[in-house]
């Protein structure tokens, strides 16, 4: 590619992927409503707000791929979470649109499904069942791309983040953790495919103890290689196991299923 956005580069996985992306296309053009920073070499960084329909559309011009991770990441006020998550994927999927329908990388989430069990293996084909107001912008997100896929033909991986942290840091994230080399690596999958489609993705490492099965993806070539299980004996030994009926050992969402609804602003 000549150029990638990445959104939500002033983030957490955008600052852990800015060098990690940086050899999938000659220029890398960072963007967030935060500053990123000074570009380096072969980096440009625009300061933008999703929620801004024409500066979004001048910043997907002349891009060739998007991996998008701005917006709202957790739990929030409905206002918020519209402003960003829901009005600001319109505008980048009408963005897109306009200027050559150029990949998306989608960061959806785990909590669009938040509410399975964990005993549950999901494949992806399954209903929706948000954990919250943030799960179901995810879902609404999916929904978007799912129908520019099929009205236009505007390809994207929808990828269902489990958690993408330096490493697994509670028993949940021994099947939820996804390392920042995989998520990497599951990108350039994700742009190099002859064929994409808008395919549902687990976005979760190798681990032992994982929830979701990749099948249906398969096709991309994605194989994680990290594993979470590395991490267990120190995990176990920081803590006692939580009650079977906590709800971080019960749901795949984990404690979001406890979030009230955040009033306000
Ligand atoms: P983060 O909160 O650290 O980064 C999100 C970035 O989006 C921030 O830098 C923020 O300034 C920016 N942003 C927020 N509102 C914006 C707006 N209106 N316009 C432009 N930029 C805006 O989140 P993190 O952890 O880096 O996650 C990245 C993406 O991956 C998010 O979309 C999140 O929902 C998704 N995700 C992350 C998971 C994780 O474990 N880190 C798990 C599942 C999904
Ligand atoms: C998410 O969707 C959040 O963005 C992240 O902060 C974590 O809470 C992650 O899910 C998780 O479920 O561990």
């Known amino acids: 590619m000549k150029r990638l956005l990445l959104t939500g580069a002033a983030g957490a996985m955008g600052r852990a992927m800015r060098s990690r992306l940086a050899g999938l296309a000659e220029t890398l053009r960072l963007s967030d409503i935060a500053d990123p920073g000074a570009p380096g070499l072969d980096e440009e960084v625009r300061i933008c707000d999703l929620a801004d329909a024409a500066a979004v559309m001048d910043l997907v011009e002349g891009c060739d791929g998007i991996v998008h991770l701005g917006g709202i990441s957790v739990e929030d006020s409905f206002s918020k979470i519209m402003q960003a998550n829901l009005l600001g994927l319109y505008n980048l999927y009408e963005a897109a649109r306009a200027h050559g329908r150029p990949r998306i990388l989608f960061a959806s989430s785990n909590h669009a ?87 549902v993705i687990w976005g979760a490492s190798a681990n032992d103890a994982g929830w979701w099965d990749n099948a249906a993806s398969a096709y991309l070539g994605w194989r994680p290689k990290d594993n979470a299980e590395a991490w267990r004996a120190e995990i176990e030994a920081a803590g006692p196991r939580p009650s079977p009926d906590a709800a971080v050992a019960r749901y795949q969402g984990g404690v979001f299923t406890e979030n009230p609804i955040i009033q306000g602003d």
């Open 113 to 199: 499904i938040g509410y399975y069990p964990q005993s549950r293996r999901l494949k992806g084909d399954e209903p929706f069942r948000p954990d919250g107001l943030y799960g179901v912008s995810k879902a609404f997100g999916e929904s978007l791309a799912r129908m520019y896929y099929e009205k236009f033909g505007q390809e994207s991986a929808l990828v269902r983040i489990g958690s993408c942290t330096p490493q697994p840091s509670d028993r949940r994230m021994l099947s939820s953790w996804l390392s920042y080399d995989d998520f990497a690596g599951l990108a350039a999958c994700v742009f190099r495919a002859p064929r994409l489609e808008c395919p």
